[in-house]
């Protein structure tokens, strides 16, 4: 895995690129970020957030655009951490919930403006559910993503056996 901080391949966390984008187009990707799964007391999630989001458009079908990232292209948004419930359903079949790491929200800059989001996730063998919702920093109030509950997104495809470094 690639550690973030230094730069340096590592095996002490498990790194991910999410990407969220419109249905109808998903080559234009409107939040890239990076959330690294590792375990320090608990198991946590951290995200951060990629400086220039043009540089890794497509990297989802295209992977050798994020081993180009170093340190300085990355910024961690320290608010924006979860710790992670997990519990065995059965033989090596668990489910994962998240909470949030801080008391405050997650908080972030893009092109100028600043965003406050609330994070969360659950995970099943089949399922994955965001909770992920944008926050009015005035009046506190969801006004975007999960209003009505989560987005449930389905497994199409495993990816358990890649691995990239």
Known sequence: MFDLATGAVTDDSLTLFAKQAPITNLDRPYRQRILRLYQSDKL?????????PDAVRGAGCHPELLQQLTREDITVLPDCRL?????QIGLNNYEFTTTSASDRPCRFSYQGNNYQVYLGFEVTADEFRSYDKGIDPSTGKATWGALLGPFRFTKRQDFAGELLI
């Open 83 to 87: 710790n992670v419930q997990m519990q």
């Open 44 to 52: 946590q999630v951290q995200y951060y957030q990629i400086k220039d």
